[in-house]
């Protein structure tokens, strides 16, 4: 992508004309560059090749054209230098890990992120001497007090999931250079149509293209978004020699959705807006939670932050699990499923499902009441998933 690319156009045209090469056939559509190994014209340049002296394809877990496609497009719409596609949204954030941490290292990271993350920072970097404290994401003084001399970055997502809770992306991230650290955001939730961290000052963005990227529930991938010269010194080498690559095909599948990423987006949260609103008039609930909501505790931030506000909502029932678990039943249209970010709406109650790890105490403090349920709202007809949801 050339840097006129990038300086003129919005993310809208970006998703759809950023990264492609046309080759000599002149095809229109990306193609798909189903190749595990790439031919030399003769032993110098593969020698060329293998010692860097020239730039090239050598093999598929290090480089591939669909691949880069991807990862251009993706790099220009977040406003990064360089994006390294991953197998995952997980695959990107141990590429990550791997590539930055080394043991006797310290991460502070919010309490409020996806469940596995949670995981590998506490069990896998673990295990190889890398400690993790886990703070409130909207504390900042906890954020504050967190960091050590060994911190070498704090990990967040905004908004947070279940609890749609929104953290000062720029407010962090001063704070992490202050102690010499990075600001690393997982995007997830709001795609760069509606959120650029790297704009407001984080490091490095990460993304699992599994959800709105795709969009329709087809691929798992995932993404990191930064500068160069991190991206090659530090991380790159890693996903080259342990190998967590995209393939080619998944990547042809995230092109065509990035595509359709921002009317797919501004749909999303028109749905979710009215819905969360519409909810909130009910009886049944006690309290809605979505940052486009006056009544979210970060709407005027999220208001500023975001574009808009997302298509993940939840809202607490005042008649406990029973309540929430008989309204999740009796859904025929709905996707009793965790997965978030499709077209199609899905519904979950995370108190027995994505959060049921936890322990009793450790769900109340992390506001996982057995009432709540969550919902990624999708693009169906506004009118059919209310009459759906029969409390
Ligand atoms: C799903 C998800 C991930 C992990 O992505 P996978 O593609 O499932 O590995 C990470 N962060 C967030 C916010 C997610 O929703």
Redesign the pocket.
């Known amino acids: 992508m050339s840097d006129f690319d990038r300086q003129h156009f919005a993310p809208e045209t970006q998703a759809i004309r950023a990264g492609q090469k046309r080759s000599a056939e002149g095809e229109h559509s990306d193609p798909i560059v189903a190749t595990s190994s790439y031919v030399f014209d003769s032993a110098a340049e593969a020698a060329a090749r293998f010692s860097g002296q020239e730039k090239g394809n050598i093999y598929s877990r290090f480089t591939n054209p669909t691949v880069r496609t991807f990862e251009e497009r993706l790099a220009a719409m977040e406003g990064g230098e360089r994006c390294i596609a991953t197998a995952?949204?997980?695959?990107a954030?141990a590429t990550l890990s791997m590539g930055l941490l080394k043991a006797r290292d310290h991460v502070v990271c919010s309490r409020g992120?996806?469940g596995?993350?949670v995981l590998l920072f506490k069990n896998f970097m673990g295990k190889f001497g890398v400690e993790t404290t886990f703070v409130d994401l909207t504390d900042l003084s906890r954020w504050e007090t967190a960091i050590r001399p060994q911190t070498r970055f704090l990990f967040l997502?905004t908004p947070s999931?279940p609890l749609t809770e929104v953290a000062d992306i720029e407010q962090l991230a001063a704070l992490a250079h202050h102690h010499n650290c990075l600001l690393i955001v997982?995007n997830?939730?709001c795609t760069p149509i509606l959120q650029k961290p790297l704009e407001l000052g984080a490091d490095l963005v990460v993304h699992?293209?599994?959800?709105y990227l795709d969009g329709q529930g087809r691929c798992?991938?995932?993404a990191i978004i930064g500068p160069n010269d991190l991206l090659e010194s530090e991380i790159f080498p890693f996903l080259k020699t342990g190998g967590p690559s995209m393939s080619p095909f998944n990547a042809w599948v995230f092109l065509t959705g990035l595509e359709t990423l921002a009317v797919r987006i501004h749909a999303h949260c028109k749905n979710a807006g009215a819905l969360a609103q519409w909810l909130e008039g009910r009886p049944e609930t006690e309290r809605v939670h979505y940052p486009g909501l006056h009544s979210h505790p970060q709407y005027a931030l999220a208001n500023e932050q975001q574009k808009g506000a997302g298509g993940v909502l939840s809202f607490e029932l005042r008649g406990g699990k029973d309540a929430a678990w008989k309204l999740i039943d009796s859904t025929r249209l709905l996707s009793i499923t965790a997965n978030?970010g499709d077209v199609k709406t899905t519904i979950t109650h995370p108190a027995t499902t994505t959060h049921s790890r936890l322990t009793p105490e450790e769900r109340v403090a992390a506001g996982i009441s057995d009432g709540l349920v969550r919902i990624s709202v999708g693009l169906e007809n506004l009118e059919d998933i209310k009459s759906d949801l029969r409390f």
Not at 88 to 91: C, E, F, K, T, Y
Not at 208 to 211: E, L, N, P, V, W
């Open positions: 995952s949204g997980m695959a954030i992120v996806f596995n993350t997502e999931n997982d997830v939730f699992s293209a599994t959800k798992v991938g995932g978030l």
